[in-house]
């Protein structure tokens, strides 16, 4: 779009402080091409969510397009905040998170200056899903990108973000490193729990789930394909659930996931669906894009709902 005017939304704390340097290079490559964009730099955390809902209520519809330079969790807070009116203006995507799940779901470059380049030559919108969630008892609602996970997974997510690794090993671009020391300690702490699922009114019951992720596309941690055969743009949701499993199976099972082979293990339950819902009584910690959600009994309802993304 040549008259486009791009309103970017900032986090310099992504990637542990990777994306201040993408931010610079972007900015200057801007300024060279004499691009027209305001940028915003998020100042505390849930404020992606407030200034994406700002920038929607101002800006002129037809020429408007939020760009986002941040992680996953920058991505999260912006959807979120747009909410259903995202619906009238595109998002660009310079992911510079430490997982950039949802731009390897979707197929965005994760060198900066690519993904510029891709946004700046588009021509038109891509449409892809990101997923509507409700909690019943607690009457709330929002979006995720990328997955949300009960039990295991957002243990893991936890752990890593209260981590002190996690800087250090992201200034080496080692940021899935972090993901894996907490996997292995969070496996010895994480009890297996009740679950009841419906998929598209097809319920069923699982004693002893341990991980209980649904996804979006495949990728979640930082590129592990846990759910390869998930399609971002096909509107359907994809669950996984691992029941208890040892140490050894454990390890194998994680060893088989980047070869995309855990999918056959007996313990591994994959399920596609349009509308998935989601119950577990006990209280289990959660997690969304990498976003804690506190630890509770989850009572969820998951369908997909379209967006506008702007990339070539
Ligand atoms: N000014 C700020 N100070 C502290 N935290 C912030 C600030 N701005 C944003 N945040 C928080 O930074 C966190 C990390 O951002 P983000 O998730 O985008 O990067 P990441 O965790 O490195 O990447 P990924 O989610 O892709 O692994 C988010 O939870 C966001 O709320």
């Given at each position: ?27 200057q ?43 996953d ?35 965005i ?119 390869p ?5 096909d ?7 691992v ?34 819902k ?15 959600l ?19």
């Open positions: 779009m040549n008259n486009a005017h791009y309103h970017i939304i900032f986090n310099q704390h992504a990637g542990s402080g990777t994306s201040k340097k993408a931010w610079q290079q972007v900015e490559v801007l300024i060279d091409q004499h691009i027209l964009y305001t940028a915003y730099e998020t100042e505390f955390i849930g404020h992606g969510a407030i200034l994406a809902s700002e920038i929607i209520q101002n800006e002129q519809k037809e020429t408007g397009i939020i760009l986002v330079l941040g992680g969790g920058t991505l999260h807070e912006v959807m979120n905040g747009l909410g259903n009116e995202q619906t009238s203006i595109p998002i660009a995507y310079i992911p510079c998170g430490s997982g950039n799940d949802f731009a390897r779901g979707v197929g470059s994760r060198k900066p200056l690519v993904a510029l380049e891709k946004i700046l030559n588009a021509t038109e919108a891509k449409t892809f899903d990101i997923v509507h969630y409700k909690e019943k008892e607690q009457l709330k609602e929002g979006y995720f990108v990328n997955n949300i996970g009960i039990g295991f997974d957002a243990a893991v997510v936890k752990k890593t973000n209260h981590s002190t690794n996690k800087e250090a090993l992201n200034k080496y671009k080692l940021g899935s490193l972090s993901y894996l020391s907490s996997v292995i300690s969070v496996f010895f702490k994480q009890k297996p729990f009740p679950i009841d699922i419906e998929i598209d009114g097809q319920q069923q019951h699982f004693e002893d789930a341990y991980l209980v992720t649904t996804s979006n596309h495949p990728y979640f941690g930082g590129g592990v394909p846990i759910i055969n998930a399609v971002v743009d509107g359907l949701l994809d669950l996984i659930i029941t208890k499993i040892n140490f050894l199976y454990f390890l194998w099972l994680f060893m088989m996931m980047p070869f995309k082979k855990h999918t056959a293990f007996k313990r591994v339950h994959l399920f596609q669906g349009k509308v998935i989601l119950y577990s009584p006990t209280l289990e910690d959660g997690q969304a894009d990498g976003e804690e506190g630890m509770k009994s989850f009572d969820f309802e998951f369908q997909t709902v379209k967006r506008q993304f702007w990339f070539r």
